[in-house]
DNA sequence: AGAGCTGATGGTCACGTGTCCATTTTTAGC
DNA sequence: GCTAAAAATGGACACGTGACCATCAGCTCT
């Protein structure tokens, strides 16, 4: 492979003045400046940026580390991100976590043996590799979270404002009459730490209500997992009237139970979930959702990092919070007047 | 950042030494391999791979180009790769071209300054690039393609085998007693050079059947497109009694377009879809799809390009076919005794 | 005319590692 | 107990680049 002395070679000139036609060709003389150019042409000369970092030490390159990159959220972020750091000019490694803590340390270990300048992380659950998060810091590497964060993270974040989004739903929910309202997947401070089940009471309680305890299961935040739940809570004496979904996976798996069971959407039950997945339009009923501003979130997220890189401004902490929307498709109602008929 | 040598200061030993530590620990004493050890650990040394990756020549790092982020197909095929990368200690740079040639290239010109050892690549439609990844390759680059590959290509791939695919499919449909049968999408050498719309008319003619002109359109291989096409096919005077889709997304959309019409699947008109999608099993009726093996195909992909790129042999072609499975859900059914009416 | 300046170009070195060769220490064999 | 071989350890250098400093010709200004 070619490299910058080839170039200067054949251009008969300095291998500086060669790497100047590179980074600051107004300095050379323009008869200069071509027969560099020429020699760069013939040869298919492109820098060596694995060099280039050693050198600098700094890597043009940025880390993503997704929870589920099957996910549609996931795979829209990493679009918007990708963009955007091709606009700027960097690589992205992107690692799939699989949510699994154990698959995480592989892949931020790869991370910083690779000297990734930045990383974007959205976190596994029950995740015990903070630490290791806050020693990469500490050695150069520009961390921001999003779509989650570690309760007292001391890194940078993008987030959706879970709360507003929650409160809204659960309002939504309340004024349409509904008064047993389930999410699907309680809090668990370990196991599903995130915030939008965690402000869900809080939500209840500004409309006046109660979570009711028979509701409040803690389960994996998948569309399996959810599938089970909503057919244990539909079975349930007094089953509840609408379904709050805090994630789209979930959805998936709570409409399959529903139409198995035979409930009528939203005739027996209410169904509302977080993500506008393609899939939810596409139903019989159509889904009402609560879309995440994803494009804005991933390009956000590397203006932030990048920022920092650049400035060397490693330990600035920037937080962003963003709106959710809420999109009526039809699948939220008045509850049934005698409410749902128990299904056993 | 600590590096090799203040790990050796540390440990009281020469750099080589520390070095061996890490390749090749069984030819160090076993004291002195614990105190280097126990440096490495104290110091939290993680060995530069952006240095190793000059000083070797080679980086330990996969390129991987897909058309479309955001089609479920893909978001499989990366978690396939990246498990498969990271058993054997390779990152992973994900591109996404957006099926853009000029994002493409951009994107390639990247992977090429980082040194990527290898590339697996998904090419974007009516692509001008060939040339440059032949260069990319002459480089050093392992070049593997996959779900596709160019006419004439000078590389390895891993594909689903189409041609057996659209076979079966038709002649699922056939059997079903389906004559009008229409893919969303018809060929076209520049837009749509794709092996399944290119065999479907061979398909047909197995059966003892030739493509309806009328049917034949050339559109872009997304859900609107296909939404458009299926309304306008099923305007027809003639319209098809079964849509075959050529691809998951198209699929959507022509399902959506159904809905509106007010047509019943299977009942008014069967619909057949390349790729088991989750939201497939999820609409009503769920749809017959025909399955691609993605783990399988990632897994083979990094393999070959792994065992290419360590054992020199930069040359070696090696082409895999993988057979798809057809699942039926219940979205064909013989096709109504008069036809389908159209819908003006 | 000489000093000072600017524009254009050239030379040297270090980033952290892997590879090759050299040296020292220990073990085996008789 | 001595030699040869093997085991264990050490030293020097190059990968391709970017940063820094050096050189030199031509020009302006006093």
Not at 42 to 59: C, F, I, K, M, N
Not at 156 to 169: E, I, N
Request: charged share 25%.
């Amino acid at each position: 492979m070619a490299n910058i002395l080839d170039v200067a070679k054949r251009a008969g000139v300095a291998p500086t003045t060669a790497k100047r036609a590179i980074h600051e060709p107004h300095r050379l003389a323009p008869e200069t400046l071509a027969r560099v150019r020429k020699a760069i042409e013939e040869l298919g000369y492109e820098p060596d940026q694995v060099a280039g970092s050693l050198r600098r030490g700094r890597t043009q390159t940025l880390g993503l580390m997704v929870g589920n990159i099957i996910e549609p959220f996931f795979a829209a972020l990493i679009r918007s991100i990708a963009r955007q750091a091709r606009a700027r000019g960097y690589a992205l490694m992107v690692a799939d976590s699989e949510y699994d803590s154990g698959i995480e340390l592989q892949h931020l270990k790869m991370f910083r043996g690779q000297r990734v300048s930045g990383l974007i992380i959205r976190s596994a659950f029950g995740s015990p590799n903070l630490d290791y998060l806050v020693q990469m810091h500490k050695r150069g590497t520009y961390i921001l979270e999003i779509d989650h964060f570690y309760p007292n993270s001391p890194f940078s974040y993008v987030m959706l404002d879970g709360r507003q989004c929650v409160f809204t739903g659960v309002k939504y929910l309340y004024d349409l009459g509904h008064r047993r309202i389930a999410t699907l997947g309680d809090y668990h401070p370990v196991i599903t730490p995130d915030e939008r089940s965690r402000v869900f009471p809080e939500a209840m309680q500004a409309v006046g209500l109660a979570p009711i305890p028979e509701y409040q299961r803690v389960i994996e935040r998948s569309e399996e997992a959810a599938y089970h739940l909503t057919l244990e809570l539909m079975r349930l004496p007094e089953p509840p009237t609408a379904l709050f979904s805090l994630t789209g996976s979930e959805a998936a798996g709570a409409f399959r139970a529903l139409k198995e069971l035979g409930l009528r959407i939203p005739q027996d039950v209410s169904l509302l979930t977080f993500d506008n997945y393609s899939w939810t339009a596409l139903v019989t009923p159509p889904l009402d959702v609560i879309e995440q501003p994803v494009e804005a979130m991933g390009q956000v997220a590397v203006e932030i990092v990048l920022e920092a890189i650049e400035n060397q401004t490693l330990d600035k902490v920037v937080r962003k919070r963003f709106p959710g929307r809420l999109i009526r498709r039809g699948s939220c109602a008045p509850p049934p007047a005698q409410g749902v008929k128990s299904r056993v």
